[in-house]
């Protein structure tokens, strides 16, 4: 029996309204479980930078208390905002008012962390460092998805996504950024784009690219460089020592580059047995990284680019204090295996001016950068030297930076690091006000001056050796206080105490 063209009409438009529903049906899941559903930014008008004081407070008194959470802490940012953190969202702050200006939220994604590495306002767009307020999201089992936001008007600025590893970290330094985790390491440049992926590669591109059978404990990134420090168990690298290595942050652009490196495959500047089975990093450079180690004695060794020690000053950190922040994490298989999760822990640091200031167990070291005259390198490259004899003794076969034959050695300036001093009874990392150091304690703050060499100051008498304070400042911050960070925003002092965050002011 042949249908009729209406019965054929009305059957499809049947099939077109049941496809037209499950499209609709499709399309509702879709946005009931996307992500743009689940985002919500609640952002804020653009208001003044807070003013720098020009005189350290000789009195402080809280003015206001947040609740954050405990497990990822607060941020302070020199634009006038406190960041706080929950399970899905980060919330931004009036660093001296405490009411809320704004917040982002994912419902539907949890906080890995957060963290920011801005010391200057120049603007949260500002080519030149990764700038504003970095929010990191967990998907699947991985910290996978990065948000940069403005800190001033919680507005999104630059994002990615990569295979970060749990329980890593994330680690600023000069125009740089990146992730740290238990067995890989990502660096990316202001706008988030990777410049290099180093460790265990999820998904190597090229034979010899990962580096395996190596844990990381530390980074610090300057401003051509970054320095970590690995435990590693298998292949040629195996110690019991810990190793500081040495790469470029952007290799494929590294000067005298062999032609197959790039972001995935590329040779360290140095790979450093530092003869310690702990070491912290507390100073980097262009060309220098000054590593904490434990043994032989407690010390700050420095090291140029190509390994070579240059310098190695004792400091009384106690050994045990370095072997405990020394932590190796696990990894992600042993995590899924049952074991109890060990995230990297970073040297927790502030830096201010040409001075860093690290925080190992109870004891701030500050490691500062001065310029000295160093000895020209042979290559603008970190090679191998060759073993070859000098066939012509023309300027052609001269290494650039290199001096004539019969001539004075060549020189360069170059910035070294140098312990300036150290104060043990630290809670936490110092905050720095009009030229000086503030250094949480039991009792309030140790007062530093910031520039301090050794002698004697305008303030008076201080141990070089020590960090011995020439004032303090009492606040009474109740019984039980653990760890307090500390930052200086315009005329406040910002103190995250783990689970709350207070802001106190003259």
Not at 61 to 69: F, I, Y
Not at 325 to 339: I, K, R, S
Request: hydrophobic share 40%; charged share 15%.
């Amino acid at each position: 029996m042949i249908s009729s063209p209406a019965r054929r009409r009305r059957v499809d438009r049947l099939v077109a309204a049941g496809l037209a529903v499950a499209v609709l049906a499709v399309a509702a899941v879709v946005w009931l479980t996307s992500d743009i559903r689940a985002t919500t930014l609640r952002a804020g008008g653009v208001v003044p930078i807070p003013e720098l004081p020009s005189q350290v407070p000789t009195a402080l008194t809280e003015r206001w208390e947040l609740g954050t959470d405990a497990r990822l802490g607060a941020v302070a940012s020199p634009y006038g905002v406190v960041v706080t953190a929950s399970e899905h969202a980060v919330t931004g702050w009036d660093a001296t008012t405490g009411t809320s200006r704004w917040s982002y939220e994912r419902s539907n994604r949890s906080l890995c962390t957060v963290r920011s590495g801005d010391v200057d306002t120049p603007g949260a767009t500002v080519a030149g460092q990764v700038r504003g307020i970095a929010a990191v999201f967990e998907v699947g089992d991985h910290c996978s998805q990065v948000q940069l936001l403005d800190p001033v008007t919680g507005e999104r600025t630059y994002s990615r996504t990569g295979p970060y590893q749990p329980g890593g970290a994330l680690a600023f330094g000069g125009p740089y950024a990146g992730w740290i985790g238990p067995t890989l390491v990502e660096v990316w440049r202001n706008d988030l784009v990777r410049t290099i992926q180093y460790g265990d590669q999820p998904q190597p591109t090229k034979p010899g690219s990962s580096r395996n059978g190596c844990l990381f404990t530390d980074i610090a990134l300057a401003d051509t460089q970054f320095a970590t420090v690995e435990h590693c168990s298998t292949g040629t690298q195996a110690s019991p020592n810990a190793r500081l290595v040495i790469n470029w942050a952007t290799p494929g652009s590294a000067p005298d580059k062999p032609s197959d490196q790039d972001v995935f495959k590329h040779t360290p500047r140095a790979d450093i047995d530092t003869g310690s089975p702990a070491a912290r990093i507390v100073g980097i450079t262009a060309d220098r990284v000054a590593v904490l180690v434990s043994a032989p004695e407690p010390a700050v060794v420095v090291y140029d680019a190509a390994g070579t020690e240059t310098s190695r000053t004792p400091v009384p950190v106690p050994a045990a204090a370095i072997v405990q922040a020394d932590v190796l994490p696990t990894t992600p298989e042993q995590v899924a295996a049952g074991a109890t999760e060990v995230p990297v822990a970073i040297t927790p640091a502030t830096e201010a001016g040409p001075v860093r200031y690290s925080l190992v167990g109870d004891v701030v070291l500050a490691v500062a950068r001065d310029q000295v005259q160093a000895p020209a390198p042979a290559t603008t490259a970190a090679t191998t030297p060759s073993t070859e004899p000098s066939t012509s003794a023309t300027a052609s076969s001269v290494a650039p930076g290199a001096a004539l034959p019969g001539a004075a050695e060549a020189t360069v300036a170059t910035d070294d690091l140098q312990v300036r001093w150290t104060r043990s009874g630290a809670l936490g990392t110092p905050a720095t006000v009009a030229g000086s150091v503030l250094v949480p304690t039991a009792g309030g703050y140790d007062v530093v001056p910031a520039g301090w060499t050794g002698g004697v100051s305008r303030l008076g008498s201080l141990d070089e050796a020590t960090g011995t304070p020439v004032s303090s400042i009492p606040v009474v911050r109740g019984d039980g206080a653990g760890r307090v960070d500390a930052v200086a925003v315009g005329s406040m002092v910002i103190e995250d105490r783990g689970a709350t965050v207070v802001g106190l002011s003259p």
